[in-house]
């Protein structure tokens, strides 16, 4: 079973900023697409950002500019710096991340999610 812990919550003022990271227990020979995801209170789950195997990253369009995500040192961590937020922003933010294909042992393939970590944006 492969554990996904996010870090980096916590409680900014609008305009602050604020770095999330994102790790996998796992560091095998697996290609590791990551997302991040957040949901605030009463609204659906919604995509923020992801970084794939490659490096490659996308982001949610109203985010873009904002938010950067970038592979750890290992590929089975990234982070997500959070810049200018404002109190739309305030969400728990979930790390998943997928184990796919290459020489990924059979076991290990699959979507995990983390527990999440809050982020709080109030003056």
């Known amino acids: 079973q492969v554990q996904v812990v996010e870090r980096g919550g916590g409680s900014v003022q609008p305009g602050g900023s604020l770095r999330l990271s994102c790790e996998a227990s796992?560091?095998?020979?697996?290609?590791?697409?990551m997302y991040w995801y957040r949901q605030a209170p009463g609204k659906e789950r919604e995509f923020v950002s992801e970084i794939d195997n490659d490096g490659h990253p996308k982001y949610a369009e109203s985010l873009r500019g904002r938010f950067t995500i970038a592979r750890g040192a290992a590929k089975s961590s990234n982070y997500l710096q959070m810049n200018r937020l404002t109190v739309d922003d305030a969400a728990v933010y979930y790390c998943?991340?997928?184990?796919?294909?290459?020489?990924?042992?059979?076991?290990?393939?699959?979507?995990?999610w983390g527990k999440g970590t809050q982020v709080t944006v109030s003056s």
């Open positions: 998943s991340v997928t184990l796919r294909g290459g020489s990924c042992p059979v076991w290990l393939l699959g979507n995990y």
């Open positions: 796992e560091d095998s020979d697996c290609f590791y697409d």
